[in-house]
């Protein structure tokens, strides 16, 4: 099993930054996709950003442009830089690997780092 450790949230004004960094420890074969989701309260969980293990990307359309994603394979963290940010940015943001060879794939998600963007 893997544990992920999310740091890096907190309280940010509008057009501030943050960045959050999620660290995988425990049983881990390998790490494939990695990335983060967002929940704001009465909101679906969304997909903020993605990257593959070789080095792919892909953001959701809401934070394309301001938002970056990264990863250090050796330290099997991924990071997520968030620029310019805005109110709606406000929510609770997971952090998630896809783990394992092929035959036996699993998910594993944080606990959560709260992000608000108020003045």
């Known amino acids: 099993q893997a544990q992920l450790v999310e740091s890096g949230g907190g309280l940010v004004q509008p057009g501030g930054s943050l960045r959050l960094s999620c660290t995988a420890s425990?049983?881990?074969?390998?790490?494939?996709?990695m990335g983060w989701y967002r929940q704001a309260p009465g909101k679906q969980r969304e997909r903020v950003a993605i990257?593959?293990?070789?080095?792919?990307?892909n953001y959701g359309d809401s934070v394309k442009g301001r938002f970056s994603i990264s990863r250090d394979n050796a330290k099997n963290t991924v990071t997520l830089q968030m620029n310019s940010l805005k109110p709606e940015d406000t929510a609770i943001y997971y952090c998630?690997?896809?783990?394992?060879?092929?035959?036996?794939?699993?998910?594993?998600w944080g606990q959560g780092t709260q992000v608000t963007v108020s003045a």
């Open positions: 998630y690997i896809d783990e394992g060879p092929e035959y036996r794939r699993r998910d594993y």
């Open positions: 425990g049983s881990i074969f390998s790490i494939n996709a």
């Open positions: 990257i593959s293990s070789a080095g792919t990307t």
